[in-house]
Structures are given as C-alpha cells and as structure tokens.
C-alpha cells in the first residue's frame, strides 16, 4: 500500500474529526456561539441560504450573539427562522439588529449535553474504526493476491492502527474540551 492509500485514509479520518467539530459546535453550551446559527437557512430570493451569509454576527458579550443583515427587509425571515429552529432560543428584533441571548444553563442541562457530547464522540470512534477496518481488509485481500507479502501487511497493519491511534486521541481530546466549556459556569 503505497503513500497515496495512507493519504486517503487520513482523509476519512480528518474528515470524521471535521465532522465531529461540525456536530460540537452546534450544541449550545453556557456562551454564545454563532456555529448555533450554521444550519439555519432562510429563503433569500428563492435560494435557502444560511444567516452567516447574509449578515454580519458578533459576540458583543459571552451570551449575547448580534444578526445584523445587510438588507433590512431579511429582519422578520431571519427572526422567523431562528423561531422554527431547534436551537430553543426567542430572537429579539428592534428593527435594526437580531439579538440572541443565551440564558445560563441549569446543572442539569449541563449534564445533558455533555452526555450528547459524548455520543458524538462516540460515533466518531465507530467511524474511525470502520475506516480501520476497511483498510485492513482491503490490505489482506492485495496480500491474497500477492501484491505484497505477510510482512508488509504486518507494517501496513502497524501504521493504519497508529493513525487510528492518533484520530481516536483527537476525538477524546475534543469532546474532552467541549465538556469542559459546557460544564464550565
């Protein structure tokens, strides 16, 4: 197995931590996060186009996120948006900016998004280790066929375990760090 396989299988891996991040980001710890606002669309003259490209967001204090569209009349489809959205936070308009203030969390909702944290993590594991062992099988069958010989698939083996190794230690050490941020008070 050439470089080139190596390269592909980082990338499902990098990918699987990309998609891992994605999936943190838009859980809703105790401060404001504009990756909340990632997945929510709204019609922009017949196209659903997310909020951060139809605006500027900030993070005037560690609760608070400011929607400034760049067109004012997006105000209400915005504000409508976000109210459909699942992220369980009422928008306030005052007819120039959106504002979003996230309340503290209560110990118990704490606990319940580190548990979904770490489901995300979780999956992501399952994830690497499906990438591991398509690339193991797919190394056993090149030694069937005698493309390579029982040691290099020893020394192959030896390397996609390592770069699980090191994926399944980014995932940990993300979803580590997310808990700790939602734990945070």
Do not use: H
Request: net charge neutral; with cysteine; proline share 3%.
């Amino acid at each position: 197995m050439g470089k080139e396989a190596y390269k592909g299988i980082e990338e499902k891996m990098k990918k699987t931590i990309g998609v891992l991040k994605d999936e943190l980001g838009g859980l809703r710890a105790g401060r404001a996060n504009p990756a909340v606002l990632d997945k929510i669309t709204i019609d922009y003259y017949g196209t659903a186009t997310p909020i951060n490209q139809l605006g500027n967001i900030s993070v005037p204090e560690a609760r608070v996120i400011v929607i400034q569209p760049w067109e004012s009349q997006l105000l209400k489809e915005i504000e409508k948006s976000i109210q459909k959205s699942d992220i369980g936070i009422n928008p306030s308009n005052d007819g120039k900016v959106i504002r979003l203030v996230f309340p503290s969390l209560t110990e118990e909702r704490r606990k319940e998004l580190t548990k979904v944290a770490k489901k995300y993590g979780e999956d992501s594991k399952v994830a690497l280790r499906s990438i591991r062992r398509d690339a193991i099988e797919t190394s056993k069958s090149q030694k069937k066929s005698g493309e390579i010989t029982e040691d290099d698939l020893k020394d192959i083996e030896k390397d996609i375990q390592n770069l699980t190794d090191k994926y399944m230690g980014e995932v940990d050490k993300t979803v580590d760090g997310k808990c700790k941020e939602i734990l945070e008070v």
